[in-house]
């Protein structure tokens, strides 16, 4: 064949071929979006995992290549890299009591990722969602003021929103029997207890949910949309949700390929929108090819913006211990 016909693919790294890791790289290359780089600590883990995806392609009907490496090398070029390196919550464990742990394990991701990669987005999975994604903005630089004075904090951003806006989505269409993806809900605020589910926003097929439901039994959902991950980790006692959190890591991850223009709730670095400053939390985004499009500011009611505020303030407090400990280090 003629050595001057070069064809290339998108590439997205994922940084942890966990769970959620190795359930993502499956999603990718089924939905054929991109090829799949799967890096892990684990010698021959994630080589078995990749392996053992691409033998399913033929069967699955995609050939989009799924290589499983313990090398950063490997990651060369991706246009995309999620890192969801880390430990999950067990039973008992807040995502807060993750926060010592992981900080190291994904600043040190970061920091390896963005040297192969230099010009890729970054999706952020690891617990405490917000205040690790701050980290990362801080290890690629990607939040920094460059030579020029432009900040790139487009490209990092954290998966948590569309996680549990799906969770709260599921317990409508559960409570009320209709199919779920006629419904859609917005989940802000921070990756946690404090989340901020916004039920007037909630609707299925336009129809806002306070017609369709009574408030007692919308706060009963709000609440287990906030305790949605506990909930499994509870059942499983060995580990967290994967499944719906790498459909939800995949959905952004199309909306950034495809150029999609999805207006998703993203935990983004803010710089003065909804008047909060140098933090990382869950705001309505446009995703797109360059990443964060834009942030949308909506009017919140005085009690969401207070809720947002408090979620932000917690935020806050854990970056500052995770800044602590980092450097102590
Ligand atoms: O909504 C969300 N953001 C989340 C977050 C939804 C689900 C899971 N969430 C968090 O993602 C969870 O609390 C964890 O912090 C991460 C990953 O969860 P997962 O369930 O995939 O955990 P696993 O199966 O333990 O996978 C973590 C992998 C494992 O294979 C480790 O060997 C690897 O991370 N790991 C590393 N890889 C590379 N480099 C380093 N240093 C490293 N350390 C651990």
Redesign the pocket.
């Given at each position: 064949s003629d050595p001057s016909i070069v064809c290339s693919f998108p590439r997205v790294s994922i940084?942890?071929?966990?769970?959620?890791?190795s359930t993502l790289a499956q999603r990718i290359a089924e939905k054929n979006l991109a090829d799949v780089v799967l890096?892990?600590?684990?010698p021959g883990?994630p080589q078995g995992l990749a392996l053992d995806l691409m033998e399913s392609r033929g069967i699955e009907l995609h050939n989009r290549r799924i290589i499983g490496t313990n090398d950063y090398i490997d990651t060369a070029g991706s246009e995309i890299v999620v890192i969801?390196?880390?430990?999950?919550?067990k039973p008992g464990m807040t995502?807060d009591d993750?926060l010592i742990i992981?900080a190291k394990?994904v600043v040190?991701?970061a920091k390896n990722a963005i040297a192969h990669s230099p010009n890729a987005i970054f999706i952020v999975?690891?617990?405490p969602?917000d205040v690790m994604t701050y980290l990362v903005g801080q290890a690629t630089g990607l939040t920094r003021p460059n030579q020029q004075g432009f900040v790139a904090k487009h490209r990092v951003m954290?998966?948590?929103g569309v996680?549990d806006s799906a969770r709260f989505e599921t317990f409508i269409a559960l409570e009320l029997g209709v199919l779920p993806a006629d419904v859609k809900a917005m989940v802000l605020g921070s990756?946690g207890d404090l989340m901020v589910p916004l039920p007037r926003y909630a609707n299925v097929n336009g129809v806002p949910i306070t017609e369709l439901l009574d408030a007692p039994t919308i706060e009963r959902l709000v609440q287990r949309t906030r305790n949605g991950?506990a909930e499994i980790v509870e059942l499983m006692q060995t580990?967290?949700?994967?499944f719906a959190?790498a459909s939800?890591v995949s959905v952004m991850v199309e909306s950034i390929l495809l150029n999609q223009s999805r207006l998703l709730p993203v935990a983004a670095y803010l710089q003065g929108e909804y008047g909060l400053n140098d933090i990382v939390i869950g705001v309505p985004c446009r995703l797109g090819c360059g990443g964060i499009e834009s942030v949308l500011e909506l009017n919140l009611t005085n009690e969401e913006k207070a809720a947002l505020r408090v979620s932000a303030q917690s935020v806050g407090l854990n970056i500052d211990r995770a800044q602590e400990i980092l450097t102590a280090a």
């Open positions: 940084i942890g071929a966990g769970r959620v890791g890096l892990d600590i684990v883990m969801t390196a880390g430990l999950p919550r995502r993750l992981n394990i040190e991701a999975v690891t617990n969602l954290g998966m948590a996680l990756h991950g580990g967290g949700a994967f959190p939800a």
